[in-house]
């Protein structure tokens, strides 16, 4: 099929057309025995008409056709083995032979993380909401008048008075599994605060120095120790029952008398570690109380 | 790490006659599913070179016992390298059907696998899903439906932002929706559609790609156009297909290639196409055919045809719009260039894919049958012999110039004379009805239209050609009428 050589120059040419012949029809054309009528024509998704293409992409799908557009355009990415670094995340030693196996471990453990508990979201949706959960005093104020727990489903606006209702809400209408690992309920016990990072690291301050770390002084008075316990205690690391986050050891869910579901262990992840000489894992105030 | 080798098999281990015995097989078989309406492909991510890597260890059948003390080891080794290469080994394993097989039946195993995919070991993450990527690759459904417990996750985790760890999650999404319509009734109200509007944001070629799939797959399905495509169409997503269509240097073609299967489905569905133009698609896709053809100029770059074949259907059937005629002016689609770009096309389809000729000519129809202008411009830039040669292709093409000479001397008049007379006459010495039938409209329209083109008609030995049609019985009426316009006037 031999082309007009200069349709290629028009193709590259500008946009636009030649100035439409005058159309003048006879009303003789097209009657009887003749029947011709320019037509547009359509064809429904399941129609014979289309059975060579939707051969042709699926052959290419199953890769028995060669991939679309040469080297240059499909973006890949090497796996680079390199000398082993260092994680350089405060906290994380974790090491690495290889840039994507980092690139990974950074979005999953250091990308989303909650600047007050130190937990890590998959994603900052999860994280936002966390935050204004757990740690906006003010959510828990509204929360007591009005529908404040957001479905964690993007794209549903529904709210819920309490996690338990959202919880509901999203086995029954969106078939999550109950036991979702990123919608624990947040263990309520009075206000949680914002706290200086820093000073919460170490395992041997005081009182004193806690309370010029706090950023809120507490509206409670007393409830310093709380926050305090809460601080240190569960709350402090990713454990039992209210974290809403990644998990650290995932262990084999265990009949529990309460029969709540424990899916976690107390234990601190050992990508955690807190610098020279700080004893792994917190002594918390839940647990001390038992020891004494 | 887990970057797809695509390209088929390797010539190493199979001749050519076999990769063609192969295609063939493969090809009748897809045949057969698209008639029964049973049309299903998966996609398998797998790294060959991280395979070669683990030093050419063949994928093993494991047992029971096997199989527990991997996922043990896995979950509550001491050591990070143990806990991966535990998994590793499982998911080595998996790619054998009687291993899948064993795994699910195993109490626990899912239950398990789920927690490694949301611990918060990176690396076990990602290879929990890669075992998880084997079973939804999985031809058996038992298998496959065993995922379902991840798919929660699996939505999750799209709105992350490890790239690697993404693509991975949506072929592993795309396979499992593809499997049956269970599987979609559970991922719709988990929020499969709001969650890829969200993931199609993100800037990677890979996750866009994978995307792409994931949702054709999605609008493929057989209730798509009652239960999926609304919900698609009222989110953000027609938007940034769209935008992922343009033509330009970010044009990325594999990522082009999916999503423009995706607005096909949508489009050959009819649920809502004027939303769609309102949203620009007859402009974008009239641009892209353009880049297309200028890209067939360039490069003999594999796979253009595979773009070429969702454009073309989803312009051809946007045309038949309403809305598409309120919006002609503005657009692209009066310019010549349409024109143009299309029998650049059809000449590289005639070479690369003959049997989409057909597709690339009703584009040709549907411009060219209430349009003047594109009248012309075939007129215009000489088309008319390029096209008379597709003649043994389709009888749209007569079609096509049927709807040129239909609208009036004018056309007729640049219609003749020409090697127009001659196609005729050999049209009219086929025996197929439908194509003598058409060849007799075009005559009379000629003749009523064009002095001069009775006699040119009967000088070429016209009276005869007709003469064989005289019996039969859909023929004879316009038979006889064009022997008296002939002889008559």
Same mark, same amino acid.
């Given at each position: 099929m031999q082309l007009p050589p200069a349709l290629h120059a028009r193709l590259a040419g500008a946009p636009g057309s030649a100035e439409p012949l005058p159309v003048e029809r006879d009303p003789a054309a097209g009657t009887t025995p003749f029947s011709f009528a320019p037509r547009l024509v359509r064809f429904p998704r399941e129609h014979d008409f289309f059975e060579d293409g939707d051969v042709q992409r699926h052959l290419y799908l199953q890769d028995v =056709?060669? #991939?679309? !557009?040469g080297a240059p355009e499909r973006p890949r990415r090497p796996s680079a083995r390199v000398p082993e670094f260092t994680c #350089?995340?405060?906290g994380c030693c974790q090491v690495f032979d290889a840039l994507e196996d980092y690139e990974h471990h950074y979005h999953a453990l250091h990308r989303n993380v909650c600047s007050f508990c130190k937990r890590a979201f998959p994603s900052g949706h999860l994280l936002d909401t966390h935050i204004l959960e757990w740690h906006d005093s003010l959510f828990q104020i509204l929360a007591e008048r009005q529908d404040?727990? #957001?479905? =964690?489903?993007? !794209?549903c606006t529904e709210k819920f008075r309490t996690s338990r209702d959202r919880k509901e809400h999203l086995v029954m209408r969106h078939l999550y599994p109950a036991d979702f690992r990123f919608d624990k309920p947040r263990r309520s016990r009075g206000q949680d605060f914002a706290v200086d990072s820093r000073i919460i690291w170490r395992t041997d301050f005081s009182m004193g120095d806690f309370y010029k770390a706090l950023s809120i002084s507490p509206?409670?008075? !007393?409830?310093a120790e709380q926050v305090l316990a809460e601080a240190l205690g569960d709350d402090r690391a990713p454990s039992e029952g209210d974290a809403m986050e990644v998990c650290s050891e995932h262990v084999e869910p265990s009949p529990e008398p309460a029969g709540e579901r424990r899916a976690y262990s107390h234990r601190i992840p050992s990508t955690i570690c807190f610098g020279q000489g700080a004893s792994r894992g917190f002594k918390s105030a839940k647990k001390r109380n038992k020891h004494q | 790490m887990w970057s797809r080798q695509r390209g088929g098999l390797k010539p190493l281990r199979c001749g050519v006659e076999q990769l063609r015995c192969r295609r063939r097989e493969r090809e009748a078989a897809l045949r057969k599913a698209r008639r029964e309406q049973q049309l299903v492909s998966k996609r398998l991510l797998r790294d060959e070179a991280l395979e070669e890597a683990e030093e050419g260890c063949v994928a093993m059948i494991f047992g029971e016992a096997e199989i527990q003390q991997f996922l043990r080891l896995a979950q509550r080794g001491t050591e990070e390298k143990e806990r991966e290469g535990a998994l590793v080994s499982l998911r080595r394993g998996l790619q054998c059907p009687e291993t899948q097989q064993t795994f699910i039946r195993l109490e626990g195993s899912i239950r398990t696998l789920v927690g490694l995919l949301t611990s918060n070991q990176a690396l076990l993450q990602l290879e929990a899903a890669r075992c998880l990527h084997e079973l939804s690759h999985s031809e058996q459904s038992a298998v496959v439906e065993a995922c379902l417990p991840a798919t929660s996750y699996l939505l999750t985790y799209l709105s992350g932002h490890s790239s690697d760890f993404i693509e991975l999650c949506l072929y592993t999404l795309g396979n499992l929706i593809v499997e049956s319509e269970a599987v979609r009734r559970q991922l719709l109200p988990q929020g499969i559609v709001p969650a890829l509007a969200a993931c199609i944001q993100s800037p990677h070629l890979t996750v866009l790609e994978a995307l792409g799939y994931a949702l054709s797959q999605l609008l493929q399905a057989k209730e798509a156009p009652e239960k999926i495509i609304p919900s698609v169409l009222g989110s953000t997503l027609p938007q940034h297909m769209l935008q992922l269509l343009?033509?330009?240097?970010?044009?990325?073609l594999g990522v082009a290639v999916e999503f423009a299967w995706c607005l096909h489905y949508i489009i050959c569905s009819q649920v809502n196409n004027a939303l769609l133009i309102t949203q620009g698609a007859l402009s974008t896709l009239g641009l892209l055919l353009l880049d297309l053809a200028g890209a067939v100029q360039r490069t003999e770059d594999a796979g253009l045809e595979l773009l070429a074949c969702p454009v073309l259907r989803c312009l051809s059937n946007l045309l038949t719009e309403a809305a598409a005629e309120a919006v002609g002016g503005q657009l692209q689609l009066r310019d010549e260039r349409v024109v143009a770009a299309l029998f650049i096309l059809l000449q590289f389809l005639l070479q690369k894919q003959p049997s989409l000729l057909p597709e690339g000519l009703w584009l040709l129809n549907n411009l060219t049958a209430n349009s003047p202008s594109f009248c012309t411009s075939l007129l215009s830039l000489d088309l008319i012999e390029p096209l008379l040669h597709l003649l043994s292709v389709s009888n749209v093409v007569l079609t096509v110039l049927c709807n040129v000479a239909e609208k009036g001397p004018a056309y007729c008049q640049r219609l003749w004379p020409g090697p127009l007379l001659s196609s005729l006459l050999d049209t009219l010495a086929f025996s197929d009805t439908e194509v003598v039938g058409q060849s007799l409209e075009l005559l009379q329209l000629l003749f009523l239209y064009q002095p001069g083109a009775a006699q040119a008609f009967l000088q070429q030995s016209g009276l005869q050609a007709l003469q064989r049609h005289e019996e039969v019985a859909q023929l004879q009426d316009r038979v006889h009428a064009l022997q008296q316009t002939a002889l008559h006037g």
């Amino acid at each position: 099929m031999q082309l007009p050589p200069a349709l290629h120059a028009r193709l590259a040419g500008a946009p636009g057309s030649a100035e439409p012949l005058p159309v003048e029809r006879d009303p003789a054309a097209g009657t009887t025995p003749f029947s011709f009528a320019p037509r547009l024509v359509r064809f429904p998704r399941e129609h014979d008409f289309f059975e060579d293409g939707d051969v042709q992409r699926h052959l290419y799908l199953q890769d028995v =056709l060669t #991939q679309v !557009g040469g080297a240059p355009e499909r973006p890949r990415r090497p796996s680079a083995r390199v000398p082993e670094f260092t994680c #350089q995340v405060a906290g994380c030693c974790q090491v690495f032979d290889a840039l994507e196996d980092y690139e990974h471990h950074y979005h999953a453990l250091h990308r989303n993380v909650c600047s007050f508990c130190k937990r890590a979201f998959p994603s900052g949706h999860l994280l936002d909401t966390h935050i204004l959960e757990w740690h906006d005093s003010l959510f828990q104020i509204l929360a007591e008048r009005q529908d404040m727990y #957001q479905c =964690l489903v993007e !794209g549903c606006t529904e709210k819920f008075r309490t996690s338990r209702d959202r919880k509901e809400h999203l086995v029954m209408r969106h078939l999550y599994p109950a036991d979702f690992r990123f919608d624990k309920p947040r263990r309520s016990r009075g206000q949680d605060f914002a706290v200086d990072s820093r000073i919460i690291w170490r395992t041997d301050f005081s009182m004193g120095d806690f309370y010029k770390a706090l950023s809120i002084s507490p509206a409670v008075p !007393g409830a310093a120790e709380q926050v305090l316990a809460e601080a240190l205690g569960d709350d402090r690391a990713p454990s039992e029952g209210d974290a809403m986050e990644v998990c650290s050891e995932h262990v084999e869910p265990s009949p529990e008398p309460a029969g709540e579901r424990r899916a976690y262990s107390h234990r601190i992840p050992s990508t955690i570690c807190f610098g020279q000489g700080a004893s792994r894992g917190f002594k918390s105030a839940k647990k001390r109380n038992k020891h004494q | 790490m887990w970057s797809r080798q695509r390209g088929g098999l390797k010539p190493l281990r199979c001749g050519v006659e076999q990769l063609r015995c192969r295609r063939r097989e493969r090809e009748a078989a897809l045949r057969k599913a698209r008639r029964e309406q049973q049309l299903v492909s998966k996609r398998l991510l797998r790294d060959e070179a991280l395979e070669e890597a683990e030093e050419g260890c063949v994928a093993m059948i494991f047992g029971e016992a096997e199989i527990q003390q991997f996922l043990r080891l896995a979950q509550r080794g001491t050591e990070e390298k143990e806990r991966e290469g535990a998994l590793v080994s499982l998911r080595r394993g998996l790619q054998c059907p009687e291993t899948q097989q064993t795994f699910i039946r195993l109490e626990g195993s899912i239950r398990t696998l789920v927690g490694l995919l949301t611990s918060n070991q990176a690396l076990l993450q990602l290879e929990a899903a890669r075992c998880l990527h084997e079973l939804s690759h999985s031809e058996q459904s038992a298998v496959v439906e065993a995922c379902l417990p991840a798919t929660s996750y699996l939505l999750t985790y799209l709105s992350g932002h490890s790239s690697d760890f993404i693509e991975l999650c949506l072929y592993t999404l795309g396979n499992l929706i593809v499997e049956s319509e269970a599987v979609r009734r559970q991922l719709l109200p988990q929020g499969i559609v709001p969650a890829l509007a969200a993931c199609i944001q993100s800037p990677h070629l890979t996750v866009l790609e994978a995307l792409g799939y994931a949702l054709s797959q999605l609008l493929q399905a057989k209730e798509a156009p009652e239960k999926i495509i609304p919900s698609v169409l009222g989110s953000t997503l027609p938007q940034h297909m769209l935008q992922l269509l343009q033509p330009g240097p970010k044009l990325n073609l594999g990522v082009a290639v999916e999503f423009a299967w995706c607005l096909h489905y949508i489009i050959c569905s009819q649920v809502n196409n004027a939303l769609l133009i309102t949203q620009g698609a007859l402009s974008t896709l009239g641009l892209l055919l353009l880049d297309l053809a200028g890209a067939v100029q360039r490069t003999e770059d594999a796979g253009l045809e595979l773009l070429a074949c969702p454009v073309l259907r989803c312009l051809s059937n946007l045309l038949t719009e309403a809305a598409a005629e309120a919006v002609g002016g503005q657009l692209q689609l009066r310019d010549e260039r349409v024109v143009a770009a299309l029998f650049i096309l059809l000449q590289f389809l005639l070479q690369k894919q003959p049997s989409l000729l057909p597709e690339g000519l009703w584009l040709l129809n549907n411009l060219t049958a209430n349009s003047p202008s594109f009248c012309t411009s075939l007129l215009s830039l000489d088309l008319i012999e390029p096209l008379l040669h597709l003649l043994s292709v389709s009888n749209v093409v007569l079609t096509v110039l049927c709807n040129v000479a239909e609208k009036g001397p004018a056309y007729c008049q640049r219609l003749w004379p020409g090697p127009l007379l001659s196609s005729l006459l050999d049209t009219l010495a086929f025996s197929d009805t439908e194509v003598v039938g058409q060849s007799l409209e075009l005559l009379q329209l000629l003749f009523l239209y064009q002095p001069g083109a009775a006699q040119a008609f009967l000088q070429q030995s016209g009276l005869q050609a007709l003469q064989r049609h005289e019996e039969v019985a859909q023929l004879q009426d316009r038979v006889h009428a064009l022997q008296q316009t002939a002889l008559h006037g």
